[in-house]
């Protein structure tokens, strides 16, 4: 059963409680929305961001909150080639 392996948290704090002691995470991603990008970039164990910047402009009423240039850095960066209109 699919659901034995799914585990709802209300909260991104509530989640990584939960992990915590299991053996078998090497990693946790946080995959928006806004609130739960800012809830993972206040906490100390959030210790890097990818982030990708899209060179177009798109109507929104949500966007990612400000990076903190005080508390992260540039570890790497490239640059795509543009892949021709992207909807």
Request: charged residues 30%.
């Amino acid at each position: 059963d699919q659901r034995a392996s799914v585990h709802v948290a209300r909260s991104l704090c509530d989640a990584l409680q939960w992990l915590e002691g299991k053996e078998d995470i090497e990693a946790v991603y946080a995959i928006g929305g806004v609130a739960i990008y800012a809830e993972a970039m206040a906490l100390d164990e959030c210790d890097r961001l990818y982030v990708t910047h899209i060179r177009k402009s798109y109507t929104a009423d949500r966007f990612m909150p400000p990076i903190d240039a005080a508390r992260w850095r540039v570890a790497s960066s490239r640059r795509r080639v543009d892949a021709g209109d992207v909807p």
